[in-house]
């Protein structure tokens, strides 16, 4: 959720996602456009192939993988055009049947409903059905917020299924490849490194759980040292762990994103992980010696930190990533941390955060227990000195980034110098 | 996002139960009235066998495609390869093994301007 400055730095770009969408959108119209067809034909067509590019870029888009995120300057970035690409392809190709209705319409009604009813139709265009129909449930499922996140995941991938039944009924339709020697093998690698790289971890790096200290109600933090070649990871960086098997813990074996709490001299990260669910409420159990995969290092929050003083401001497990950077090294800027935590069993980290502020003169540490939005927030944000002046970085509940931005907003600070990170990608 | 995801499907589906109405409440179309029909030799239909003037025997049926051959799917090429011939087998494998849908079939009647002698 940083700033495109940042995203620069890092060597990626935030036009790189819809520059290559756009590439795909200008490959499939350049060599389908339907120049001696006119009418709603013409737009039918152009309406399908606009659809077919779009969807298989978000398929690309879809992609987990460290290099290709920095490239699209970051996974959030890239994320969020995986989002608009997918749904914008989606309205597409909900207008390419109907167009091509409109366009026997003129003839006569039950031309039009010929066109539309399956039955009436060839299995090519059944298969035309089918993808649409499964696009429809994989995105009704994805806007679904309440969802459980693992059947929110597993509904959401027959978005990926009417992906490929769309792409199967081009080709039936269209006789020859055409485009889809492009499309076709870019689906086929996005979902296979989707499947086999990313949710079965053939692209991870092994790991070993060094030691775990609990931090607070419900709160771990595990030291990982690397088994082989290390990740290089700065302060604010996430990785995607899966925690393995030990002497008595068996790991849920599944990917999380965790930020990076402590970086070692020697390779080793920490990350603090909050029972928030089924998987991360079992990894309160860790044990030392478990094997972890990582894939990272993801995400450039507090990558961009203006050379000016600082205001951060952290709620609950959100705390990790300020904890990363203060454990980095004494700070080279005046910075206010406003920590917020339920209670105080809550408040992980306090009392090294507490030696850290006693050790540094630049850092002003403000903590507050409060449950939801502190009410005291805008009073909490008045009291911090040169407020307007100041660059933010803000990580926790989504509520509550909302309720920060909003105030520092109404504060007079620029919307470019607020950064933000959340913990979830829905 | 979601909002655009939900409006337009439910438009969506809208117009295809505005297609399926129409349809349904459009009256059936009177079976046109039967004139004698022409006959053509099959090398009569062979000096048809050019994009701009299409004709095709198929089934035993002449059919004049000139002016449907811009609307058809695949690509111009494909199909006016053949203009002025008996192109039933074409129709029927769609060179690659796959019929004409129903749809099709449809389309043909209003193309048609004799049969076969
Ligand atoms: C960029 C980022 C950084 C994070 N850093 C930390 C951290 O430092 N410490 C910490 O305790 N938590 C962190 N989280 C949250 C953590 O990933 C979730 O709490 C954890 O995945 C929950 O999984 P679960 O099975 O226990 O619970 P569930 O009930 O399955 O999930 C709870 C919520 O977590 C989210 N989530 C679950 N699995 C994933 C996944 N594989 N990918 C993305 N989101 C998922 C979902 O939105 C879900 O609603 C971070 C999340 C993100 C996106
Ligand atoms: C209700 C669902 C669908 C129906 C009824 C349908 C029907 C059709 C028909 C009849 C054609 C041939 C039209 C013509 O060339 O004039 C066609 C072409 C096409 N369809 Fe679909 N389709 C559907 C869904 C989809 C989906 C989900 C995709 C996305 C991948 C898609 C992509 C295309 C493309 C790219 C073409 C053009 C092929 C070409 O250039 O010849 N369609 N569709």
Not at chain 1, 119 to 134: D, E
Not at chain 2, 60 to 76: F, K, N, Q, W
Request: glycine fraction near 10%; proline fraction near 7%.
């Amino acid at each position: 959720m940083s700033a495109a400055p940042a995203a620069l730095r890092r060597g990626g770009s935030l036009v790189a996602a819809p520059a290559v969408l756009l590439a795909l959108l200008a490959a499939c119209l350049g060599w389908a456009w339907p120049a001696e067809l006119g009418g709603w034909r013409a737009l039918s067509i152009v309406c399908a192939w606009a659809g077919t590019a779009l969807l298989a870029g978000s398929l690309l888009l879809m992609v987990r993988a460290a290099r290709l995120a920095a490239l699209f300057g970051g996974l959030d970035a890239q994320y969020r055009w995986h989002h608009r690409s997918g749904t914008v392809a989606y309205v597409l190709l909900l207008a390419h049947p109907l167009t091509l209705a409109a366009d026997a319409w003129a003839e006569s009604p039950v031309r039009a409903w010929q066109v539309l009813a399956p039955w009436a139709q060839h299995w090519t265009v059944w298969l035309g059905w089918l993808a649409l129909l499964l696009l429809m449930a994989g995105l009704a499922a994805t806007f679904s917020l309440h969802l459980p996140y693992r059947r929110w995941r597993a509904l959401h991938y027959l978005a990926g299924a009417g992906v490929v039944t769309g792409l199967i009924h081009v080709w039936a339709l269209l006789g020859e490849a055409g485009p889809l020697w492009l499309l076709l093998p870019l689906a086929a690698l996005a979902l296979g490194w989707r499947l086999l790289g990313s949710d079965l971890g053939l692209a991870a790096r092994p790991y070993r759980v060094r030691s775990v200290v609990p931090h607070a109600a419900g709160l771990i933090e595990a030291v990982l040292e690397p088994c082989g070649p290390r990740m290089a990871v700065t302060p604010g960086q996430f990785v995607f762990a899966a925690f393995g098997d030990g002497a008595h813990f068996h790991g849920c074996g599944e990917f999380h994103p965790f930020t990076v709490s402590g970086i070692g001299a020697d390779g080793a990260l920490a990350v603090g992980i909050k029972a928030l669910g089924p998987c991360s409420r079992h990894v309160q159990a860790l044990e030392p010696g478990v094997t972890v995969r990582l894939e990272g290092p993801f995400g450039g929050f507090l990558a961009e930190r203006a050379a000016g003083p600082q205001l951060w401001l952290a709620g609950g497990v959100g705390i990790t990533p300020f904890m990363a950077a203060l454990r980095a090294g004494p700070l080279t800027q005046p910075t206010t941390l406003l920590y917020f935590h339920r209670s105080a069993q809550d408040a992980a980290y306090l009392d090294e955060l507490r030696q850290l502020a006693a050790a540094d003169p630049l850092l002003t540490l403000v903590s507050e227990a409060a449950d939801g939005p502190p009410p005291m927030l805008a009073a909490r944000l008045a009291e911090v000195p040169g407020l307007a002046g100041r660059s933010a970085q803000l990580c926790g509940p989504a509520p509550l980034i909302q309720a920060a931005r909003d105030a520092l907003l109404r504060h007079g600070m620029p919307a470019a110098a607020i950064h933000f990170e959340l913990f979830d990608f829905r | 996002m979601r909002r655009l995801f939900l409006s337009a499907t439910v438009l969506f589906w809208l117009a295809v139960s505005g297609a399926w109405l129409g349809a349904r409440l459009q009256p059936p179309l009177a079976p046109p009235a039967a004139p004698a029909e022409a006959r053509y030799t099959l090398d009569e239909i062979a000096r048809h066998d050019r994009a701009e003037d299409c004709w095709m025997a198929i089934d035993g049926v002449v059919y004049e495609l000139t002016a449907y051959l811009p609307e058809h799917p695949s690509s111009l090429r494909v199909i006016a390869e053949w203009c002025g011939r008996e192109a039933s087998e074409a129709y029927h494998t769609k060179t690659r093994g796959r019929p004409h849908s129903p749809y099709a079939d449809s389309l043909l009647p209003a193309w048609r301007i004799g049969v076969v002698s």
